[in-house]
């Protein structure tokens, strides 16, 4: 099992930036890698990104590529998303999700992970 928790949601202005964290807890990560995704109102929930815990290896959504960066602390079993220069079309409740590395290649999570945390939601707004 894997427990995921996610913090540094908010609100913030258009142009701004954030970083949302993803704590993990359980049992070891090194085969497992760990995706952020987001859903706005209305929509369909979307990949983000994906990393690799072992190497640290990164994945994103074709629509994300240069928008925002993932990265982790695999020592604190922590995984971050950096945004910056946020639009109003960000907003959206962000989770992370963990599963096997195996599912996380190309374009971020081919499958549905295991594991999700509950999210935090990120506004952004003037």
């Known amino acids: 099992q894997v427990q995921l928790v996610e913090s540094g949601g908010g609100l913030v202005q258009p142009g701004g930036s954030q970083r949302l964290s993803c704590a993990a807890s359980?049992?070891?990560?090194?085969?497992?890698?760990i995706g952020w995704f987001r859903q706005a109102p209305g929509k369909e929930r979307e990949g983000v990104a994906c990393?690799?815990?072992?190497?640290?290896?990164?994945y994103y959504a074709e629509s994300m590529k240069g928008r925002f960066t993932i990265s982790r602390d695999s020592a604190k079993k922590m995984v971050y998303l950096q945004m910056p220069n946020l639009k109003p079309g960000d907003t959206a409740v962000y989770y992370c999700?963990?599963?096997?590395?195996?599912?996380?290649?190309?374009?971020?999570?081919?499958?549905?992970?295991?594991?999700w945390g509950k999210g935090t939601q990120v506004t952004v707004s003037s």
């Open positions: 990393i690799h815990i072992s190497d640290g290896t990164t």
């Open positions: 359980g049992r070891s990560l090194d085969d497992y890698a």
């Open positions: 999700g963990a599963d096997l590395s195996y599912y996380c290649s190309d374009h971020g999570f081919w499958r549905t992970p295991d594991f």
